[in-house]
């Protein structure tokens, strides 16, 4: 639009992709936002797409006084840069034209922890500031993202009625909630990334156990996980997964997914969400296991390398034994039941953490609505989410989603497939870090007993630890090296 009004509802700081379509977002839903960026060509090429996206109420400024004075009061700023240096870099550069009152709203994956200190500084200057996870990449921030905003519940209630026009629409409301205190909304972004690292490891294992033993073609897996993706499975990433298998290459034969390099990258919310898990000593394998992958992922060379080495030393591929004779039908809906079952625990994980952190912090985390604001605009986004609501509406000190009656009746059906899953593809030399992690999370947190007791005698033995005992209560504390020569020598006297 040429003519400013009079104020703009609302600012947006940094114009990469993500803050450029976040900013159209708001615009198309009516609010007048003002939009500026430190690289002025930026601010151009956001206010040519108001123009030609329907000529919508957005305005450019090129400097920060300017965009600062250009919004009604109290303001609110969002602000989308590079996480780090750059965002204490732009609160500096806007807080110098603020007043008391006035709102920043930090929409990158951030460090909690520099959320709180963050919040820390501005309310030293009477300003308001909230730390906001933004899920659903570049397409979920121009047509509906899920949000994740903590931090000042003033600064929320002040933009609330934008926050719910902008964010993706399910059929219980909008996916925005406020979460809670201090740095909770970032936390709870970063977890969403670490289940989401999870599902796309399941997914990859899946891919390669239908690939490798069942020997599928990419037209076969574009149909199955289409398919999937009709039934409980469905969900963002189970879908674009259909898609991903249904493109060809267009400079060589063949489908592009196979001429991808397997390097996967990341960007540290992963390894941030399993640091946390240890920090609470909250296990989350699974999530775990695809960040481990994803490390060894980027040991190409070493990788062929080893594969080499092994050869040499006289490996032999086991596979071609493994699949000769094999029930594909069977192998996939197997496969389907495994992937199903491991995602389940992948979820868990999460929201244990996020119960866990929750506690330490006081910040009284909803998980049941939680899992509702996932269920749309997110990478995460999928079906089953809606059946984690009810369970945590169902019992809100749910100890654990496997134990819920409903999901701990379908980890019962689904275990059999899971097993046969994990145990063919151990016979097959593939791995599949993910599902058998999730597999042994689910055989670890059922059994009533597990063979601690030994790793308590060991600790007991080499560093007097003492250790409890079944049958009576206190601390016990035995010399077993002395007992043991002791019985040894009565044995032997016997013998």
């Not at 300003?127 to 509906?144: F, I, P, T």
């Not at 926050?163 to 970032?186: F, M, R, W």
């Not at 073609?217 to 993706?229: D, P």
């Not at 055989?443 to 007791?453: F, S």
Request: charged share 25%.
């Amino acid at each position: 639009m040429e003519a400013s009004p009079a104020l703009s509802r609302i600012g947006l700081a940094g114009l990469a992709v993500m803050g450029q379509n976040l900013a159209l977002n708001i615009a198309e839903k009516g609010f007048p936002i003002s939009v500026y960026n430190r690289t002025t060509s930026k601010v151009d090429e956001t206010v040519d797409r108001a123009h030609n996206e329907g000529n919508l109420p957005l305005f450019g400024q090129y400097n920060p006084r300017d965009f600062v004075l250009s919004i009604q009061r109290p303001r609110s700023v969002i602000i989308l840069v590079k996480a780090g240096a750059p965002v204490d870099q732009t609160i500096a550069a806007l807080s110098a034209h603020m007043e008391p009152g006035d709102a920043i709203i930090d929409g990158g994956n951030e460090w909690y922890e520099n959320t709180e200190r963050r919040i820390a500084e501005a309310t030293g200057r009477g300003l308001l500031y909230l730390g906001m996870g933004v899920s659903g990449g570049e397409e979920g921030a121009r047509h509906g993202p899920s949000l994740m905003p903590g931090g000042s519940h003033q600064a929320y209630t002040n933009v609330q009625d934008i926050l719910h026009k902008v964010a993706a629409q399910v059929q219980d409301g909008p996916c925005v909630t406020y979460i809670g205190e201090g740095g909770s909304g970032n936390f709870v972004k970063m977890v969403h990334n670490g289940i989401e690292y999870g599902d796309m490891q399941l997914i990859s294992e899946a891919y390669d156990v239908l690939k490798n033993v069942g020997g599928l073609s990419n037209e076969e897996l574009g149909e199955i996980f289409a398919e999937w993706n009709k039934g409980e499975l469905e969900s963002f990433l189970i879908e674009i997964t259909a898609d991903i298998f249904k493109v060809r290459d267009d400079l060589a034969d063949g489908f592009l997914v196979d001429k991808l390099l397997d390097k996967t990258g990341m960007k540290g919310t992963g390894k941030w969400t399993v640091q946390q898990a240890a920090e609470l000593s909250v296990a989350a394998p699974t999530i775990a296991a695809s960040l481990d992958c994803r490390y060894l992922s980027g040991l190409k060379e070493e990788r062929e390398k080893a594969e080499e080495a092994l050869k040499q030393a006289g490996f032999k591929e086991e596979i071609g034994s493994v699949t000769s004779g094999i029930d594909k039908k069977r192998l996939i809906d197997d496969v389907r039941q495994a992937l199903y079952a491991s995602k389940i625990c992948s979820y868990a994980q999460g929201m244990n953490l996020l119960r866990a952190k929750s506690v330490e912090k006081g910040w009284g985390l909803n998980l049941g609505e939680l899992a509702r604001i996932w269920k749309g605009g997110c990478i995460i986004r999928a079906v089953f989410l809606d059946r984690i609501k009810t369970a945590y509406q169902r019992n809100q000190s749910l100890p654990n989603l496997i134990v819920d009656p409903d999901f701990a009746k379908e980890m019962v059906q689904r275990q059999a497939a899971w097993r046969r899953v994990v145990g063919l593809a151990v016979s097959a030399g593939i791995s599949t870090p993910g599902m058998c992690a999730s597999l042994s999370y689910f055989d670890t947190y059922r059994r009533g007993r597990l063979p601690a007791n030994l790793v308590q005698a060991q600790r007991d033995l080499f560093g007097a630890h003492t250790y409890e005992r079944v049958d009576r209560p206190g601390a016990f504390h035995t010399e077993w090296t002395k007992l043991a020569q002791k019985s040894g020598s009565s044995v032997g006297a016997l013998n």
